[in-house]
């Protein structure tokens, strides 16, 4: 099976065209694989060429009008091919033409460079060769070459420079004012060297202009780089086509230039720089994740500034949070750290990039903290049927949240075992401090006076004339109570306060009330005397009375004396006893 042998960097073209495609068998042969029509039909061994129509060759093997073909290692035997138009001249290996005689008789001699005459029989009478003249070797392993007959300049150049697999531009540098080397082709007989730059990218941009191959004796071959830049994100990659020319003939010979990604984006933190957080909580940003600049770089993070040692940072989850959750009523209430994130080359790291971003924390009060309630003087006492007066004692309120404010709480008070927040009773301010709120309780009245900064006042008053106050027994004791809460807006409420009247009852008169005011009495009459009624009653509650201490007067010593009254009469009836 014949292998092909394939340099794709080098295709040798005529006039920029290819011309013919070879393989090699087993048996190191060549063999066309392509010809094309109106070219030259080779095959068999490796052959010398000489066109019928060209009467010799020239010195340089390329200045007269005849194509060369020798590429197998040659063996000493030569032989001629007859064809109609020429004769072909086999050598079985690389020869260099010392002279060629005369014709004689249709045979020439051929003398080669190390002396070896060979006998040339010439069919047609052509001549076959000049002094100095060397057959051409292809080179290794090439299986495309140019030919075609009567044409001159056939032979192409060869390239004996490496193909570079490292070539590399780093992105974004602007050389358009300085050029700076790139690489260097060589070839064997180029005269001329131009070249084709291109973006792998879809559209396949032709850059030619940012790059020059130098053509001058000192510099012959050198690429320059002279272009403004080219972002690693945009484009990976510059591929440039060399071409080699002598004469007509040329080979090209390709590469690639990579655009060298570097560090030289800092990381995006897309994060809010000014954060309200409320007090008590300690998340504080959480930062999207950043795609390095160049695959397989390391993000790191860092904090910094005033405040930094309050903060915490989790680089798995990039969240900022304080340590402490801050408390508006006892901590500062606005923080300032700065937070650093930093792409570090994974090649070296010393190759750093960096993004800083400086984030204030305003740290907002919410309602957490309980009303406070208390008072200067809670109890008041007084003796019925005397002055029991509280005047203007204060009642303290305060709140720590600073949302609650003096005028913002609600206070509510309720009498005798109510519960105070289920009071229906809410104390009230005016602007002018001229509106109270009275709770009656069971002796008095309670009364509350709150001003229009919120401060509030209590007082109370004893009601002589209420019949609870009346009934009281002489050195009774008795409480008149009321209770006091304050409600701040979130529902937290304060401690109840109690204010409490102390009052003793004092020793009430009893009272007799006729109701007939007229009756007859017979002396010789006993029991009860239709007609003669009064009651007797003491407005305080559970007295015992003593009727042997009624006294009984008569008005009219003529019909009945006093004395008389009071040794008949037997029985008393009193109302109210």
């Known amino acids: 099976m014949a292998s092909v042998i394939t340099y794709p960097e080098q295709f040798f073209k005529y006039n920029g065209e290819e011309y013919l495609l070879f393989t090699l068998d087993a048996d190191g042969n060549f063999i066309q694989v392509e010809p094309q029509p109106g070219k030259a039909d080779l095959s068999g061994d490796d052959w010398l060429i000489l066109d019928g129509t060209t009467p010799a060759f020239s010195p340089a093997l390329g200045g007269g009008k005849d194509t060369y073909v020798v590429t197998k290692e040659l063996a000493e035997d030569v032989a001629i091919h007859e064809f109609d138009r020429g004769n072909r001249l086999l050598f079985h290996r690389d020869v260099m033409i010392k002279s060629v005689g005369e014709e004689k008789n249709g045979v020439r001699k051929i003398t080669l460079e190390n002396d070896t005459v060979i006998t040339v029989i010439v069919d047609y009478n052509f001549e076959y060769g000049v002094e100095g003249a060397a057959s051409q070797a292809m080179p290794k392993g090439v299986t495309e070459f140019a030919t075609e007959h009567g044409a001159e300049g056939y032979v192409a150049p060869m390239f004996t420079s490496d193909v570079p697999d490292n070539l590399s531009i780093d992105e974004n540098v602007d050389d358009s004012g300085t050029s700076s080397f790139l690489h260097q082709v060589m070839t064997d007989t180029a005269t001329s060297y131009s070249l084709v730059a291109k973006l792998n990218t879809a559209d396949g941009q032709d850059v030619s202009s940012d790059f020059e191959i130098m053509n001058d004796a000192t510099n012959f071959g050198k690429i320059l780089y002279k272009g403004t830049g080219y972002d690693a994100e945009e484009v990976t990659q510059v591929v440039i086509t060399v071409t080699a020319s002598y004469g007509a003939g040329t080979v090209d010979q390709n590469f690639t230039v990579a655009i060298k990604d570097l560090l030289d984006e800092a990381p995006n933190l897309a994060a809010m720089d000014t954060v309200a957080d409320e007090e008590r909580t300690t998340a504080v940003n959480t930062y999207d994740e950043i795609t390095p600049d160049i695959s397989g770089n390391a993000i790191s993070w860092a904090l910094s500034g005033t405040d930094a040692a309050s903060f915490s940072f989790d680089a798995a989850t990039r969240a900022l949070s304080f340590k402490n959750a801050p ?95 289920n009071a229906s009773t809410q104390v009230t301010h005016t602007a002018d401090d001229s509106t109270d709120t009275d709770v009656d309780g069971t002796y008095g009245t309670f009364t509350f006076t709150r001003a229009a900064d919120g401060s509030v006042t209590w007082a109370y008053a004893l009601d002589n004339d209420d019949d609870d106050t009346d009934a009281l027994a002489g050195g009774a004791s008795v409480t008149d109570t009321a209770k006091v809460i304050v409600i701040d807006a979130a529902g937290a409420t304060s401690s109840v306060v109690t204010l409490t009247a102390n009052i003793t009852g004092a020793n009430d008169a009893p009272t007799v009330a006729v109701t007939t005011a007229a009756g007859t009495i017979n002396q010789s009459t006993r029991g009860n005397v239709a007609g003669l009624r009064f009651t007797v009653d003491d407005p305080d509650a559970g007295e015992v009375l003593d009727l042997t201490k009624f006294t009984l007067t008569s008005t009219n010593t003529d019909a009945i004396t006093t004395a008389e009254l009071q040794s008949t009469l037997e029985v008393y009836t009193v109302s109210g006893s």
């Open 327 to 421: 408390d508006y009523e006892t901590d500062a209430t606005s923080y300032t750290v700065i937070v650093t994130a930093t792409e570090t080359d994974a090649n070296d790291d010393t190759i750093t990039t960096s993004s800083m971003q400086t984030v204030t924390v305003n740290v907002t009060d919410i309602n957490d903290e309980a009303p406070t309630l208390s008072i200067t003087n809670a109890t008041g006492t007084g003796t019925e049927d005397g002055t029991l007066t509280v005047s203007a004692q204060d009642l303290s309120i305060a709140d720590a949240d600073a949302v609650d404010t003096a005028t913002s709480l609600n206070i509510y008070v309720t009498t005798g075992t109510d519960d105070p927040t």
